[in-house]
C-alpha cells in the first residue's frame, strides 16, 4: 500500500501548488501546436509537462530582473534549470520563442532578429514539426504527426545537467557553466571519451583545447564502454560492451520513483547528484559530490593551469566545494573572476643583474604550509639543507617557488617555474614549499612603491662568507666613503636649483624630476613612442631609491608660460588619481619653460595601433577593453575627489598593459592647452570625428561631451575601423555613426563586425553594445546616458532603451 500512497501525497501536493498563484503557466496536458509561442516577461507564462513537474520557457535571471533565459525547469523548484536554449546567453524583456514548421523552435529578440533555432538540428530535414511536447521527464521535444517521430528533443543537446531517461554515446558530454549566474559554458567537462570511460576534464575557454583528466570513472575497465545510461527509473550506470554495468550511484544508495534526480556538473568541476522527495518537496535537494577532493585528485601532467587558474591554490571548503585563494605577494587577474587566475603583486624583471639584486635583499622566500604547485618542476638540486635549496632559488631569476623534503619519491630540492600551475592545498601535503615576491613594503610614492623591507631571520651560509673576514678594514673604507659622499652631497645640494626645492613644497604626493634626471633618463630625449595634442611621448627609465622602472616622458609643448598656478592645480589633481583604468603619474618636472609629466609605461601602446592593425583583435578582448575604458571614465566624473573631464576620449588615448587592460592616458590636460593650438586647428578642444555638437554651439561643457565621445570609440572598438574613414569605396560607410545607425535600423549588424563569427555568436552583446554607442552619440546631451548607466548597460546590468533617434554627424563631417 505504501506505493499508491506515495502517488497520492504527489497528486495531492501537485494539486496544492497548482492552485497557488504561479508565474508558471497553467499545466499543459496537451501537445503544443505550430505557431503558438511564449514572450518574455515578468510573471509570464510557460509550457507545462502533463504532470506539472518540468516548464519550458523564459526564466527570469536573479540581480539583473530585465533579463531572461529560454529553458527548461522544475515547475516546483523554479530556480533550478536542466537545460538552457543560445548557448546560455540571455535575452531582453520582450523576447519571443515560437514553434514553426520549418525551423522548430525560434528565438527571436523584441525587435524580431533571429538568436536562435533548432533549424540546423532538425532530423529528417525542414518542413517536418507538427507540435512540440514537454515530457514528464523534463525532456522538450518537436514531433512530426506520422508516427509522432520525434525530429529535435532537448535530451540530445544537455548543457550542464543529465535526467533521468538521459543517456551519452561516445564523446557525449555536459559542460559546466561559467559561473553560478552565468550560464555560458565554462572550464570544465563531462564526456565519454573515445577510449570508453567518463572523464572530468578542464578545458581552455579561447581555445576549446580539452586537457588531460583529473577524475576518471570505471579506470579498471578502459576500452570497454559502450554507453552512459540514466534511466528513467534513477539508475545510472555504465553500459559495457559485454553487457555488464557499472554502477555510477553514489555507495549504497537505491533510487525510488518518488524521488526527483538529476546530476549536475557545477561551475567550480565538481560532479554533483541530487535527489528531492516529491512528496516533501519543501525538504530541498540532498546532494553527493565527486570527486570527494577535487583539489588533490589529479591524475595526469597535461592539466593546464589546474582548477583554479594560474598562481591560484585550490583549498577544500567546508561543504568539499572547491575555494581559491592567491598566493602571498599575488592578487587576482580579474577581481570578479574567482578561477581566473593571479598576477604577481611586484615588477617581474629580467635576468639581467638578478642575483646580484636578489642578494641586496630584493626578492624574498615565503613559506606557504601544506601547499604544492605539482608538475611545476624544471630543476632538483641535490640538497640536504633548506637554506642552500631557498639560497638556490633565491639566485635564479627563473625560480618562481621551491618544495623541499629529506625523504621519499620528491626527495631533494625542487625548482619551480612562473607561472604556476595546479596550486592545492591539504593536510596531506607534507614538505617544505616557499614562493618567491619581492621583499617590500607599500609607500606612497607613486614612482617608487616598493621599499625594501628589514630583513630577519638567519643568514645563509653563502652570505656569511661574504660579511665574514676583514670587518675592520671593510668599516673604514665605508667611512672614508661616506664621508666622501657627505662633502659631495652638501656641495650639490647648495648648487641645486632653488625651484626645485620650492616645488617640492608645492606640489603634493607628486614626485619632481629636475630636467637633467629626464635627459638622462631618456638617453636625451632619444626613443620617441609617440605624439598628440599636448606634444611628444618619450621612453625612459628611472628610479627613486628602488628598482628601476620603465616610464613614459611627455614634453608638454602647447602650454602656456602664464598658466602655472593651473599646471600645479591639474598635477596635484592628476596625481591623487588612482584606479586600474587609469594610466598612473609617476612624476612632473616644471623648470624655466620646460613642462613634463611622467607616467607609467604600457607595453602594450595604443588602442589604435591595436585595434587598426593587420591583425583583428579578438571579440572577447574588445569587449574587455571597452568596459575598462566605461569604467575609467565612471571614475574620472564621479568617483575621483575632484570631478575630470577629458575632453579627448579617443583610442590613441587609451593605453594597454601587460595584461591588455584599458587604461585612460591624458586626462585632466585639456585645460591647460592654449585654445587655437590643438592640433585640430581651433579652438574646441578634441579631436575630428570625437568632438560633441556643444562645442560648436557655444554650449556649456559637462561630461556629457567625453559621453559622446566614448559612444564613437565603442563603434570603433565594435567595428574595428575609423570613424572617418573617406577613401572607402562604400560612400554610406565612410562615417561611422550614420553607417551605424543605417545598419542597426535595416537589422544588418553582421555588416558592422565584417563576418566577425565570435561577435556574431554573441548576437546579444553585440546588438546591445551598439544601441549603447548609438545613445552615447545623440546630438542632445540630455539624452545620452552617464558614464554609470554606460557601465551598467555594457555589463548587462542595466536594461538598454530600444529606437534611439538618429544621431547627429554635426561634429564629425564638419571640416575644420
Not at 63 to 73: D, H, K, V
Not at 423 to 446: A, C, H, L, Y
Not at 728 to 752: H, M, P, Q, R
Not at 793 to 816: H, I, K, R, W
Request: proline share 4%; charged share 20%; aromatic share 10%.
Amino acid at each position: 500500500m505504501a506505493w499508491p500512497l506515495s502517488c497520492t501525497l504527489s497528486l495531492l501536493t501537485l494539486i496544492l501548488l497548482q492552485s497557488t498563484p504561479s508565474p508558471v503557466a497553467a499545466q499543459n496536458s496537451g501537445n503544443i501546436s505550430v505557431g503558438q509561442s511564449l514572450t518574455a516577461n515578468i510573471n509570464g507564462s510557460s509550457w507545462l509537462s502533463p504532470s506539472g513537474d518540468f516548464a519550458f520557457g523564459f526564466h527570469q535571471l536573479p540581480i539583473t530582473g530585465n533579463l531572461f533565459l529560454l529553458a527548461i525547469w522544475y515547475a516546483n523548484f523554479p530556480d533550478t534549470i536542466v537545460w538552457h536554449a543560445n548557448d546560455g546567453n540571455p535575452v531582453p524583456q520582450g523576447s519571443s520563442v515560437k514553434i514553426t514548421a520549418n525551423e522548430g523552435l525560434v528565438l527571436t529578440d523584441p525587435q524580431g532578429t533571429n538568436l536562435w533555432s533548432t533549424t540546423s538540428e532538425l532530423i529528417g530535414g525542414g518542413g517536418s514539426v507538427s507540435f512540440g511536447f514537454m515530457n514528464d521527464t523534463g525532456n522538450f521535444a518537436l514531433k512530426r504527426n506520422s508516427n509522432n517521430v520525434t525530429v529535435w528533443q532537448s535530451f540530445d543537446h544537455p548543457t550542464d545537467t543529465l535526467l533521468p531517461g538521459q543517456s551519452l554515446g561516445i564523446d557525449g558530454m555536459i559542460n559546466s557553466r561559467l559561473s553560478e549566474t552565468n550560464y555560458t559554458m565554462g572550464r570544465f567537462q563531462y564526456h565519454l571519451t573515445s577510449d570508453g570511460n567518463m572523464a572530468l576534464n578542464t578545458r581552455d575557454l579561447s581555445t576549446g583545447y580539452i586537457y588531460s583528466a583529473y577524475h576518471i570513472s570505471d579506470p579498471a575497465n578502459p576500452g570497454q564502454t559502450q554507453r552512459y545510461v540514466y534511466n528513467e527509473t534513477g539508475y545510472m550506470y555504465i553500459l559495457r560492451k559485454d553487457g555488464s554495468m557499472y554502477n555510477m550511484l553514489p555507495d549504497g544508495y537505491t533510487p525510488s520513483q518518488d524521488q526527483y534526480q538529476r546530476l549536475i556538473l557545477s561551475s567550480d568541476g565538481i560532479l554533483i547528484w541530487y535527489s528531492a522527495s516529491k512528496t516533501s518537496i519543501s525538504d530541498g535537494w540532498v546532494n553527493r559530490l565527486a570527486p570527494e577532493n577535487i583539489c588533490i585528485r589529479l591524475a595526469a601532467p597535461n592539466l593546464g593551469v589546474g582548477i583554479c587558474g594560474s598562481n591560484n591554490i585550490c583549498n577544500l571548503g567546508d561543504n568539499n566545494r572547491p575555494v581559491c585563494a592567491c598566493a602571498q605577494g599575488y592578487s587576482l587577474i580579474d577581481p570578479n573572476v574567482q578561477y581566473g587566475g593571479c598576477k604577481p603583486d611586484f615588477k617581474l624583471e629580467n635576468c639581467e643583474d638578478y642575483a646580484a639584486r636578489s642578494m641586496k635583499g630584493e626578492y624574498s622566500l615565503v613559506q606557504l604550509q601544506n601547499t604544492d604547485f605539482i608538475y611545476n618542476d624544471f630543476e632538483r638540486v641535490d640538497s640536504r639543507s633548506e637554506a642552500d635549496c631557498k639560497y638556490s632559488c633565491l639566485k635564479d631569476c627563473f625560480c618562481a617557488a621551491a618544495s623541499f623534503q629529506l625523504s621519499g619519491d620528491n626527495s631533494g630540492c625542487w625548482k619551480k617555474k612562473a607561472p604556476l600551475f595546479n596550486g592545492r592545498k591539504d593536510s596531506t601535503i607534507n614538505q617544505n614549499f616557499w614562493i618567491k615576491v619581492e621583499k617590500v613594503n607599500m609607500s606612497n610614492d607613486p614612482l617608487n612603491p616598493f621599499v625594501t623591507a628589514t630583513a630577519k631571520g638567519k643568514m645563509t651560509t653563502p652570505i656569511k662568507v661574504l660579511f665574514g673576514g676583514s670587518v675592520s678594514v671593510n668599516l673604514l673604507l665605508l667611512v672614508a666613503i661616506g664621508f666622501g659622499l657627505y662633502f659631495i652631497y652638501h656641495k650639490k645640494l647648495k648648487e641645486s636649483n632653488k625651484g626645485q626645492m620650492k616645488a617640492l613644497s608645492e606640489y603634493n604626493h607628486v614626485h619632481y624630476f629636475s630636467y637633467q634626471e629626464l635627459n638622462e633618463a631618456t638617453n636625451g630625449f632619444k626613443e620617441e613612442l609617440g605624439r598628440g595634442a599636448f606634444g611628444v611621448v618619450y621612453k625612459g627609465m628611472v628610479n627613486g631609491g628602488g628598482p628601476s622602472i620603465y616610464v613614459a616622458v611627455k614634453k608638454l609643448d602647447r602650454i602656456s608660460s602664464d598658466t602655472d598656478e593651473e599646471f600645479k592645480t591639474e598635477v596635484n589633481v592628476i596625481g591623487q588619481t588612482h584606479h586600474k583604468n587609469l594610466v598612473q603619474l609617476v612624476g612632473f618636472c616644471k623648470e624655466g619653460d620646460q613642462r613634463l609629466l611622467v607616467y607609467e609605461y604600457m607595453s602594450n601602446g595604443s588602442l589604435a595601433d591595436y585595434l587598426f592593425g593587420d591583425m583583428r583583435p579578438s571579440w572577447i578582448d574588445r569587449v574587455q577593453i571597452a568596459q575598462g575604458t566605461a569604467t575609467g571614465l565612471l571614475y574620472l566624473h564621479e568617483e575621483c575627489s575632484t570631478q575630470i573631464i577629458h575632453c579627448d576620449i579617443k583610442p590613441q588615448n587609451i593605453l594597454l598593459d601587460e595584461y591588455h587592460n584599458a587604461r585612460i592616458s591624458d586626462f585632466g590636460l585639456a585645460k591647460l592647452l592654449v585654445l587655437n593650438q590643438t592640433h585640430t586647428n581651433t579652438a574646441i578642444r578634441g579631436t575630428k570625428g570625437y568632438v560633441a555638437p556643444e562645442w560648436f554651439r557655444n554650449k556649456p561643457v559637462t561630461v556629457k561631451v567625453d559621453v559622446y565621445s566614448f559612444g564613437v570609440l565603442l563603434l570603433e572598438i565594435i567595428c574595428c575601423r575609423k570613424s572617418v574613414c573617406m577613401e572607402l569605396v562604400e560612400e554610406e560607410a565612410a562615417i561611422l555613426t550614420d553607417w551605424a545607425f543605417d545598419c542597426y535600423l535595416s537589422n544588418k549588424l553582421d555588416l558592422l563586425v565584417n563576418d566577425d563569427m565570435e561577435a556574431l555568436k554573441d548576437m546579444i552583446r553585440l546588438k546591445r553594445f551598439v544601441l549603447v554607442a548609438l545613445w552615447c552619440i545623440q546630438e542632445d546631451p540630455s539624452l545620452r546616458p552617464t558614464m554609470r548607466t554606460v557601465t551598467q548597460m555594457l555589463d548587462g546590468l542595466a536594461e538598454v532603451p530600444n529606437n534611439p533617434p538618429c544621431p547627429s554627424s554635426f561634429s564629425v563631417t564638419t571640416q575644420y
